[in-house]
């Protein structure tokens, strides 16, 4: 069994670039979510993805955006990067959301650094 | 809004000390929550849910909605405990998770 992959590993850009970040899922798991973890917080939701539709957002402006493929893979893009978007970025996946909850198994992350 | 907190950053112990890691939420719904736990240069994952009850590697955590807590516990901590460790809050029909800022956990030989 195949765990959560995630890439780029790190990630440099400048104030007003575009970004995308790609995450693989576990093998047989159909849902993605998105984390942004800024230095000493902990995780912070910002979407979910299941059968490549998004179902549910955090707090988190349009500027952020995601997809998710008919293999269950995914992409974050952030447009006009901020400064404070320098983040570690994680994705997690899980075998399905409906019903009862079931276990979230996390990426590595992206070190995403905005100058 | 739904909330959890970590009031301390760090605790360091003695092996064999006992460890208690604090978790407090806010949620006005029926809340469930976990533990994740992040060792050294590996990713974030589960290490126990209120809901199965069970006791993963000597960690406990008993769900205490009068005092809406979730506090980790341990009655004698080694030293591959050393991690960082987060409390989590499920809401939503979406699994979205809440977490707190996380807590450093140094066992000391």
């Known amino acids: 069994e195949t765990g959560v992959t995630q890439s780029p590993t790190h990630l440099i850009k400048t104030r007003g670039q575009q970004v995308t970040l790609r995450c693989s899922s576990q093998?047989?798991?159909?849902?993605v979510s998105w984390y942004q973890q800024a230095l000493g917080q902990g995780p912070q939701f910002i979407f979910q993805?299941?059968?490549?539709?998004?179902?549910g957002r955090g707090n988190f402006p349009p500027r952020f955006s995601g997809l998710q493929f008919p293999n269950y893979s995914s992409e974050l893009n952030v447009n006009a990067l901020e400064l404070d978007d320098s983040a570690l970025y994680l994705c997690?996946?899980?075998?399905?959301?409906?019903?009862?909850?079931?276990?979230?198994?996390f990426g590595p992350g992206t070190r995403l650094t905005v100058l | 809004a739904q909330r959890v907190t970590q009031p301390e950053k760090l605790l360091s112990v003695f092996k064999g000390a006992p460890v208690e890691l604090k978790c407090n939420y806010s949620y006005s719904g029926s809340p469930e929550l976990f533990w994740y736990v992040q060792y050294s240069r590996q990713r974030l994952q589960l290490l126990l849910r209120h809901i199965s009850r069970e006791s993963i590697k000597g960690f406990t955590a008993d769900l205490n909605k009068g005092e809406t807590s979730f506090h980790l516990k341990k009655p004698f901590a080694q030293e591959e405990d050393s991690a960082m460790y987060y409390c989590a809050l499920l809401t939503g029909a979406n699994s979205k998770l809440t977490f707190g800022k996380g807590i450093t956990l140094s066992v000391r030989p």
């Open positions: 997690a996946s899980s075998r399905d959301t409906s019903g009862s909850y079931n276990e979230q198994f």
């Open positions: 093998s047989g798991h159909n849902t």
């Open positions: 993805y299941y059968r490549e539709e998004e179902n």
